[in-house]
């Protein structure tokens, strides 16, 4: 039985690294596309910005593709849908994208500190293994403080004049909120994960 659930785990696993791979090459051909629209075009600023996602795209893919499937395709979903935004003006005509876009890579980020981690706290009193709400405590903090870099960053970008990130300090303010909540469902995302984990053991 124990064998039968192993295979079984196995087999999920490689369906979703194909499924993945396969998203995910899509998404980077999107990228590149739209990266070289802008290098054709001469629009030096947004083409460097699009040869980091793209970059990004594939170092994500190697990175997490083969272990952490799901992660891999979730930042390659965030660093593709940020390029279409700027391609067609999304972050300025929906606050909803805007949000949405904020929650979905901190998320991202959240699922990856954890792992980063989580080796160093076994053992101690915030071992996720004999602590749950840990991860809770790590998801919040490291919610915050990129929250709080992210928009130092983008005051830093206005200052510049080559994009306008900021719009008031109802729009800061709801950013974080919405990185916040993104960091809450990563953590509803480890804990499930972790709870998998022990009922495997």
Same mark, same amino acid.
């Given at each position: ?67 952490? %499937? &799901?992660?891999? $395709?979730? +930042? =390659?979903?965030w /660093? !593709? ?9 999304l972050?300025?005509?929906?606050s ?14 959240v ?7 989580r ?12 602590? %749950? &709400?840990?991860? $809770?405590? +790590? =998801?919040?903090? /490291? !919610? ?28 800061t ?17 480890e ?9 495997? +053991?």
């Amino acid at each position: 039985m124990a064998a039968t659930l192993l295979n079984n785990s196995a087999t999920d696993l490689v369906s979703y690294r194909l499924f993945g791979n396969r998203l995910n090459t899509v998404m980077t051909v999107g990228a590149a596309h739209i990266t070289y629209g802008w290098i054709e075009c001469g629009q030096l600023s947004f083409a460097l910005v699009g040869i980091a996602c793209t970059t990004a795209l594939i170092v994500s893919q190697w990175q997490f593709g083969p272990q952490r %499937p &799901w992660l891999s $395709l979730w +930042l =390659a979903i965030w /660093f !593709t849908s940020h390029l279409l935004g700027m391609r067609y003006g999304l972050y300025g005509s929906s606050s909803l994208f805007d949000k949405a876009m904020h929650a979905i890579i901190t998320g991202g980020f959240v699922v990856m500190w954890i792992d980063w981690i989580r080796p160093a706290l076994a053992g101690s009193r915030l071992d996720p293994r004999h602590n %749950p &709400w840990s991860l $809770l405590l +790590l =998801a919040v903090i /490291f !919610t915050l403080a990129t929250a709080a870099l992210w928009e130092i960053f983008e005051f830093g970008i206005d200052q510049t004049g080559m994009f306008r990130a900021q719009r008031g300090l109802d729009d800061t303010m709801l950013d974080m909120i919405a990185a916040l909540a993104g960091g809450c469902l990563a953590w509803c995302w480890e804990a499930a994960a972790s709870g998998r984990q022990q009922q495997r +053991l």
